[in-house]
């Protein structure tokens, strides 16, 4: 077992530590917050061959410079993240979907993310900055103590959790064969599902939706048609769950992420299908997406099916 | 009668909205009651005014499972003829400031209540108030037992950022912004108490079921404080 120290050079547009996020405190408030595309940072920790659930980094549009400035990093970098290893005089560049080995002084190099919004870099042994709140993901609404509360910036020093050393044979893996998939995003009926005119539905269901730019990981803002109301948006506070889509008071819908507030007064008549949430943590500002409804039987299907899918690509690769 | 809604592949809502006045206490007896037990499969809970949400792992659970330990629960609040007991909480003195310069709002809310700035600050400030819900961001508290004279509808125009200690107003509740983020409630006031703190041992000053007292402070206090806040 060996611990190693990743030093951050350039920080990238904005890296984030985060994990599967800060569950069992949103009864006061607390975001969730964790990776918003979970499913690639799973598969991240899976070409580290760090254990599942540790803390990685995501990274948005482009991706930081870090050095090893203690023992030897063996990492996994999920999406189509260009990264740059530089060791001594040696320089070899990857395309993203891969797994590297960084000795002490070696500086990797990640660039820009060319299939989405976001890639992550896992490592084994798990990025093992103390947790807040039982979790080691960035809280960017209020802060968390240390490196939890913000994004990276240079001169950050990551500790590595102690890991065997890796003997790796498969260099890396093909992005899984759904990645690149276009179809529409699958929504069930939400809490509020009469809260629509049948009009107002069949625009939501029917409308080609482009991400706005005000959009981050708190919520997709999403431009298009007014969804019409079959009365007032406002309801008492409640809970919001993850991919809610909340319609607010101008007919414009807000799909909710990672970061969003944990409780809300607007209607939800619909919520993104589980299967489907990574993809909307993806989307670049400015990409299009449609919508089609199931049922929350077909969504849980589908969702199963998909987790068999991302085991058996973890498989391929051990 | 409380419904249980399948509202996602990952979560259950159940409203308890039938249960009026008492639906906030039927919440909070529900989330203790489900707290105390182990469900396979269980991430979190949310309470809300009069709903709360479960949510779950779909890989490890579905919603007839999850419905299946709900519902015998949520029968036994039914059953409880006067409703659940209030949960004792903590009371707290929280210092605000009503200065024109903090709080935009007060002479436009003081209009519709039909009485003064210094009328509103008394309504306010002789108000038991109690944490009713706390959600939306870290700390932050929905506060009932608002005066019927200061109850208001959102403001129809959202502020992109408001500042963090801001008392505010809307929907026929308080609420006190832990940290500065965007809002459509009215600003009546600014309170020098920290309701997060990240650095602190108890990251969150209030609980749901706390009683919160507002006691108007001057401007000197009000700095004198928020400085103290600041240092610890």
């Known amino acids: ?318 | 009668m409380p419904r249980l809604l399948p509202v996602a592949d990952t979560a259950l809502l159940v409203d308890l909205s039938d249960a009026g006045a008492a639906a906030g206490q039927h919440v909070a007896a529900l989330d203790e009651a489900l707290a105390a037990r182990t469900v396979e499969g269980l991430l979190d809970r949310i309470p809300g005014l009069t709903t709360l949400l479960v949510e779950y792992d779909p890989l490890r659970t579905d919603a007839a499972a999850v419905s299946q330990v709900l519902a015998p629960l949520v029968d036994a609040l039914a059953l409880a003829a006067s409703g659940p007991a209030r949960r004792a909480g903590r009371s707290h003195r929280l210092p605000v400031c009503f200065d024109a310069d903090l709080a935009p709002d007060l002479d436009s809310v003081a209009a519709c209540a039909g009485t003064d700035a210094g009328g509103v600050c008394r309504l306010l400030c002789g108000a038991p108030l109690r944490v009713a819900l706390m959600g939306h961001l870290p700390g932050f508290p929905y506060l009932s037992g608002v005066p019927a004279a200061l109850h208001l509808p959102r403001r129809a125009d959202p502020r992109t950022a408001v500042p963090a200690g801001a008392v505010a107003l809307a929907g026929g509740l308080a609420g006190i912004y832990p940290v500065s983020a965007p809002g459509g409630w009215h600003l009546v006031g600014r309170t020098a108490a920290r309701l997060y703190d990240p650095e602190r041992a108890d990251p969150f000053l209030l609980r749901p079921g706390d009683a919160v007292h507002l006691e108007a402070v001057d401007r000197a206090a009000f700095e004198r404080l928020a400085a103290a806040g600041e240092q610890r």
């Open chain 1, 1 to 318: 077992m060996s611990r190693a120290e990743l030093l951050v050079r350039e920080p990238g547009l904005r890296t984030l530590v985060i994990d599967a996020g800060r569950l069992g405190w949103q009864h006061l408030g607390m975001p969730p917050a964790g990776a918003a595309d979970a499913e690639t940072w799973v598969l991240a920790n899976a070409l580290a061959a760090a254990s599942p659930g540790s803390a990685a980094l995501e990274v948005t549009h482009a991706g930081p410079t870090l050095e090893v400035t203690e023992g030897t990093v063996f990492a996994g970098i999920a999406g189509a993240c260009e990264v740059t290893l530089r060791d001594g005089a040696d320089s070899r560049t990857l395309a993203g979907w891969c797994r590297l080995i960084a000795r002490p002084g070696a500086v990797l190099e990640l660039g820009r993310v060319r299939d989405g919004l976001r890639a992550y870099l896992a490592v084994a042994g798990g990025i093992d900055v103390p947790p807040f709140l039982g979790s080691r993901s960035a809280n960017l609404r209020g802060g968390a103590p240390g490196l939890l509360g913000r994004a990276l910036l240079a001169g950050d020093r990551l500790p590595i959790g102690p890991s065997p050393r890796q003997a790796w044979v498969v260099p890396g893996a093909d992005p899984p064969p759904w990645r690149g998939e276009t179809g529409a995003v699958r929504v069930v009926p939400g809490p509020q599902a009469e809260a629509l005119t049948e009009r107002g539905s069949d625009t939501f269901l029917a409308a080609d939706w482009v991400v706005a730019s005000a959009s981050d990981r708190g919520g997709l803002r999403l431009e298009g048609p007014i969804v019409e109301l079959a009365s007032a948006a406002d309801i008492a506070s409640e809970g919001c769950a993850a991919g809610s889509v909340q319609i607010t008071g101008g007919g414009r819908p807000i799909v909710l992420l990672v970061d969003r507030g944990t409780t809300g007064g607007y209607v939800k008549p619909f919520t993104i299908a589980s299967v489907d949430l990574p993809r909307l943590g993806r989307l670049r500002p400015g990409e299009s997406l449609r919508f089609s409804a199931v049922s929350v039987e077909e969504a849980l299907a589908l969702r199963r099916a998909r987790e068999i899918d991302c085991q058996a690509w973890a498989a391929a690769i051990r």
